[in-house]
């Protein structure tokens, strides 16, 4: 039935394309090139197949299609379905001419998590140990679990951070935060959670991770220099080590400084490496794969070097460098985590432990899952196969709860790690199976060559990894694009120094008021004629209504002789109880003043919450050129002045 007053809802129909064929296709986003995620490092595609690898390790053309054509969540053939295991997807089509290229892989990776592994561990104030026994479980769990075939999980310098202020130097509680965030993270996983993630912004990581490779660099400067008994709070550290400048120990300045200038030479040395053609003679190809492999495994070599040096002079009876110590051998036994802590003066509850790690709990496992996904997106985008963000949750919970089974703090994924699994030409997930291998055998025979390696060495490691995290760039570009922007990465960017979780929160809070107040405050164009044209330029949700009302009464009663309004509903998709309501309000408030609020442009959700609404006067019309004849006519049967006259004046209102 038909209300008096009211034309007939307009039908939304599906909009054809440009040609007239039908309905127009999405427009599918060109990948964007890794570089925008870490410059400085090439990509090439593996000779016969589409994964990204390097050219220069000739293998056979494989005869299967390649892990990266297949698109996970897709039907791989017309009917069937893929299995839910996501190793199942891959491993019944596995070719022997991808072997080479994952075990090259898995070893180059290893080569650089053995190193880093220690190094990460003195960061977050455990003993070295426990950052191999964080390094080999997410290596297996991803394999079966996961959906990218470059990301490999394991301990990173801002996973590294987080632990060392959350667990207190404190392995116990570091096993147990890596349980507890495997928890929340499987969760996660289970209910479909990971939108969450879509409200940290961009500058709020970059705020973040840009004040983290400040904070981790300088928190390295005192084992460089060889100076003990620094604070770990970052303006304490700095003034400490200020202040004790003329305490360095010359031994591990000059070790230290050297190992940062060859890790950044050979870093450069495999940026700028040429590509080695199969034409060319053997003895060039070999060359250039012997240094491929030495600027793969810089960090391995140059640790390795370091350790020789120290070794040498251990023979002759001096030490000028402070050496890592002893790490006790063997793999670590697999029992679950330890929910209370023996303390002098009794034991630590479970209550206690949890109050003491406070918001902790919510920040490491929600930057361990922004860090693995951010990651495993980029190399998917750049390598062309897709990504399931829930499996990728759910991988990750399940690495971090099992890992916490043999003494791992949390973990997440490794953006260096990850880059070195795709530039080794890795064509699937198996070539972690060859890295978790090799930090076994690493724990179970090689720990007591880790004796020699100078801190210095380690620290050179840590920084050389951190510093291209720090993004300068980042807010030069934002003050070309949006300077308001610039808040939330300030905000998150300064506070980090003084505590991490404060950083975060402050960021996602500023970024948080500035998504709210672009909702209550959108912007409502203003074109004037007969009548007065408002259109809103988005949706309208409740704390918006007020702002329109308010701009539709001061436009309308301030035009001479006062105008009525047409509220053109073209970017309105839907509409809450609250609008209505203050639609219904203005209404009424118009008709006091003897105008009239009539709606155009509606879609059809909108339209039936309001038809449902029964607003008094209500009256809707197809399009603004039909409100504009009805109002004419009622002005006396006369076409109305049009909004495109020479009379018309078009506002902005913010």
Known sequence: MRHPGRSDPVRAEPRPDRAGTGTAPAPRDPAPPLSRYRPGIPLRLCPGTGTTGSASVPVPAPRDPPLSRYRPGVPAMPGSRCPALPVLRWLPRYSRSWLPLDVLAGLAVGLTAVPQALAYAELAGLP???????????????????????????PTAIMSLLVSSYAFHEPVHAVLLAFLSGCIQLAMGLLHLGFLLDFISCPVIKGFTSAASVTISFNQIKNILGLQGIPRQFFLQVYETLRRIRETRAGDAVLGLSCLA???????????????????PLAVRISYLIVWICATARNALVVLFAGLVAYSFQVMGSQPFRLTGSIPQGLPAFRPPRFSLAAPNGTVPFQSMLQDMGVGLAVVPLMGLLETVAIAKAFASQNGYRIDPNQELL?????????????????????????????????TPAGGLVTGALVLLSLAYFTSLFYYIPKAALAAVIISAVVPVF?????????????????????????????????????????????????????????????????????????????????????????????????DCCHISSVDYTVVVGLAELLQELRRHGLSLAFCGLKDPVLQVLLSADLEGFQHFPSWEEAERSRGAELGGSRAEPFTSTAQSTGLIQ
């Open 262 to 280: 060859a890790l950044a030479g050979l870093r450069a040395m495999k940026s700028h490496l040429p590509r080695a053609s199969p034409a060319e």
């Open 471 to 567: 993004d300068a760039g980042i807010f030069r570009t934002l003050w070309r694009v949006k300077r308001l922007d610039l808040v939330p990465l300030c905000v998150t960017f300064l506070l980090c120094f003084w505590e991490v979780q404060y950083g975060i929160l402050a960021g996602v809070l500023v970024s948080g008021i500035l998504l709210l107040y672009s909702l209550a405050r959108p912007p409502i164009k203003v074109s004037e004629g007969a009548v007065l044209l408002v259109q809103p330029g988005s949706s309208l949700h409740f704390p918006a209504v007020e702002h329109l009302r308010d701009s539709v009464c001061s436009r309308a009663l301030a035009a001479s002789p006062p105008r009525s309004v047409v509220l």
């Open 128 to 154: 070295l140990q426990y950052g191999l026994y964080s390094s080999f479980m997410g290596c297996f769990v991803y394999c079966f679990l996961g959906t990218a075939k470059d990301v490999t999980l394991g």
């Open 395 to 427: 991988a990750l919970g399940v690495a971090n709860v099992l890992g916490s089974f043999v003494s791992s703090y949390p973990i997440t994924g490794s953006f260096g790690r990850t880059a070195v699994n795709a530039q080794s030409g890795v064509c």
